[in-house]
C-alpha cells in the first residue's frame, strides 16, 4: 500500500469548518482513499472513503484532487466532539488490511 | 446492539502467564482482524482471518495464536506473557477482503498490562 503524508497535529474552533489535508502522490490506480478517525480511548471509526470523486456523507465531505495525488477531509461545523485523531490511508490490497500512519491529531477549542 | 465486541476491556496479568482475548461480530462480516496499538500509538495489523481461514499473519511471535471457531468470532491466545506485549489490541471485522473498497468496523479495544 502506498505511502500517506498529513500534519502531525491542526487546531481548530467549534463550529467552524476544519479542513484536514492528506497528500499520497504514489496512490495507485485501485487505491482508494479511506479516513478513519480514533477519538481518545475508542478504536478507530470510519469516516469516509472515495475513489475519484468528491464524496459526501453525515459526517464529512472527501475532496479528492484531480490527479488523485492529494485529498481533503472536510468537517464542515467542527465540535468539540470532533477532537481525535485522523488517519488517511489508501486502501486497495487484496488482504484486506488497514495501514495506519501516525494521523493528525485534530483538537478543537471551544 | 454492539457491532464488533472485545473481552475483556481490561487485562493485567503477570509476565509468564497465559492469557486470551476475545472478540466477536453480529455484523455477518466474513473478515475479521486483529491490530496491536503500541504505547506510541501506531497502529499495525496482526491477523486477518477471511471466512474462518487465516489470511495474514505479520511478523507476530508465535506465543501469539489466533483462533476462529466460527466466522463470528476470532480470538486472540497469548502464551508466556512479556512486558513488550501491553499495548491495546483492536479487534476489527469487514464484509469481505474487499479490494480497497470495504468499510472496517473496530471493537473498543482491549488493554493488557503485563507487570
Known amino acids: 500500500d502506498a505511502k500517506t503524508t498529513q500534519p502531525n497535529s491542526m487546531e481548530s474552533n467549534e463550529e467552524e469548518p476544519v479542513h484536514l489535508p492528506c497528500n499520497h502522490s504514489t496512490i495507485s490506480g485501485t487505491d482508494y482513499i479511506h479516513w478513519y478517525r480514533q477519538l481518545p480511548s475508542q478504536g478507530p471509526e470510519y469516516v469516509i472513503h472515495?475513489?475519484?470523486s468528491n464524496v459526501n456523507n453525515r459526517m464529512a465531505s472527501l475532496a479528492i484532487a484531480e490527479d488523485r495525488k492529494s485529498s481533503t477531509l472536510i468537517l464542515h461545523r467542527a465540535t468539540l466532539r470532533d477532537a481525535a485523531v485522523y488517519y488517511c490511508i489508501l486502501h486497495g490490497g487484496s488482504q484486506g488490511n488497514l495501514i495506519f500512519g501516525k494521523g493528525t491529531k485534530l483538537s478543537v477549542k471551544p | 446492539d454492539t457491532a464488533v465486541s472485545q473481552t475483556p476491556k481490561y487485562l493485567v496479568t503477570q509476565m509468564g502467564n497465559d492469557k486470551s482475548i476475545k472478540c466477536e461480530q453480529n455484523?455477518?462480516?466474513?473478515?475479521m482482524y486483529w491490530y496491536k496499538q503500541d504505547s506510541k500509538k501506531f497502529l499495525k495489523i496482526m491477523f486477518s482471518?477471511?471466512?474462518?481461514?487465516?489470511?495474514i499473519n505479520e511478523t507476530v511471535p508465535n506465543r501469539f495464536s489466533p483462533k476462529s471457531p466460527d466466522k463470528a468470532h476470532l480470538n486472540l491466545h497469548i502464551n508466556s506473557l512479556e512486558l513488550g506485549d501491553s499495548a491495546v489490541y483492536f479487534c476489527?471485522?469487514?464484509?469481505?477482503?474487499?479490494?480497497?473498497?470495504?468499510?472496517?468496523?473496530f471493537g473498543p479495544g482491549t488493554r493488557l498490562l503485563v507487570l
Open positions: 476489527a471485522s469487514s464484509q469481505d477482503l474487499g479490494r480497497g473498497r470495504e468499510t472496517q468496523y
Open positions: 472515495g475513489l475519484t
Open positions: 455484523l455477518g462480516h466474513d473478515t
Open positions: 482471518y477471511n471466512n474462518k481461514e487465516l489470511i
